[in-house]
């Protein structure tokens, strides 16, 4: 089970019904953040995320509003490539385990990893 998390565009204050601008990614129990990546508009690196995320409004898939500063230190903790967690389980890496499988779904042209270890795919995924 996991989260997806939403750039907001158009934000109802109403209703909190908003435009997904950009798909940020996935957080799901035992890995690593999943990144959507964004070649064409340079979000391509958690750095450059979170420099941009800095004036975003960042909603998760249940229309919650997401605090900056909360969203940057579960992503580097927490959801960190090599977190260890108290029951000594080690973070999944996405493009990790799809170069494992027995049918990979890396594609190093549309996979990648950023240079703090962070697996990015610009194909759609939920």
Known sequence: MGTNYYVAKNLCDCCDRYDKEYHIGKASW????TFQGYKYDGLTSWK?????????????????RIDYDWFVQMIEN?????????DGHKN?????????????WFNPE????????????????S
């Open 78 to 86: 927490e959801k960190a490539p090599g977190f260890v967690r108290s």
């Open 92 to 104: 999944l890496l996405h493009n990790e385990q799809g170069k494992k499988d027995s049918r990979p």
């Open 110 to 125: 549309y996979d990648w990893n950023d240079e703090d270890g962070y697996s990015f795919t610009s194909r759609e995924f």
């Open 30 to 33: 035992g890995w690593a953040f």
């Open 48 to 64: 450059k995320y979170k420099e941009f995320l800095k004036d975003q409004v960042i909603m998760d898939e249940y229309h919650e």
